[in-house]
């Protein structure tokens, strides 16, 4: 079983909806969650960072992780043609010293 | 904001020669890593770096490469003898004092192409 199971789509959506991202994971380990976006030719840009289980929301996007499923989601509202790019979850157990380990990422098209 | 940089953008290079893959880590960030993404694969840590030695690394990181804080502000990754199949994309990543509870922050990249 792999350590980070993400659908690398491609995911198109309209303008102005609503997008659901999501990650598995089977290591109990992990702590922290990240969402990172990436668009082509540069490197992950940090979105949302989260420690443990629980919510947290920064304007548009909003982060979920539910350990007991470990599963994790990012939402993004009212989506805009610039957050057209590929969204890489991310996670770590802090005691492996910082090794994130990755999903694959999901590509995301907004068609205005 | 401050930001992780890479230089160069793009090296090309022949099978079996040495890179020197370089990086500035944000200013105030303790700790340093080196992840690759192979085209249409998952982004793969290599190795993590603090108070000038590695504190981790992966399979991937094996004799052929290496890790370096030169001065107060670079930090590179050698690559010895390259293969066809370390042609990648090279990123480097830092974070602030606790590796555990910040997060990683992502230069972006060298795409290392080895002819």
């Known amino acids: 079983q792999k350590e980070v199971e993400q659908d690398p789509g491609p995911l198109s959506v309209p303008e102005g909806a609503i997008v659901s991202l999501n990650c598995t994971y089977s290591?109990?380990?992990?702590?922290?969650f990240m969402w990172y976006r990436q668009y082509s030719r540069k490197g992950p840009e940090l979105l949302m960072y989260?420690?443990?289980?629980g919510n947290k929301e920064d304007g548009r996007f909003t982060a979920q992780v539910d350990k007991s499923s470990k599963y994790i989601s990012l939402f993004i509202r009212d989506s805009q043609p610039s957050d057209s790019a590929t969204y890489l979850c991310?996670?770590?157990?802090?005691?492996?010293?910082?090794?994130?380990?990755f999903g694959k990422g999901t590509k995301l098209s907004v068609k205005p | 904001e401050p930001e992780v940089t890479q230089t160069p953008s793009h090296q090309v290079t022949q099978m079996g020669q040495e890179v020197i893959l370089r990086c500035v880590p944000i200013s105030n960030h303790l700790y340093f890593y080196w992840y690759r993404q192979i085209l249409g694969q998952k982004v793969e840590f290599l190795v993590s770096f603090y108070n000038n030695e590695i504190s981790e690394k992966s399979e991937i990181f094996d004799d052929q490469f290496s890790v370096e804080r030169p001065d107060g502000s670079n930090f590179t990754l050698k690559i010895r003898s390259t293969k066809l199949e370390d042609s990648a994309m090279y990123f480097c990543?830092?974070?602030?004092?606790?590796?555990?509870?910040?997060?990683?922050?992502f230069g972006d990249g060298t795409r290392l192409s080895i002819l």
């Open positions: 990543a830092s974070s602030e004092i606790d590796r555990g509870s910040q997060p990683q922050h």
């Open positions: 989260t420690y443990s289980s």
């Open positions: 290591n109990s380990a992990f702590q922290y």
């Open positions: 991310a996670m770590g157990s802090g005691g492996s010293q910082g090794n994130l380990i």
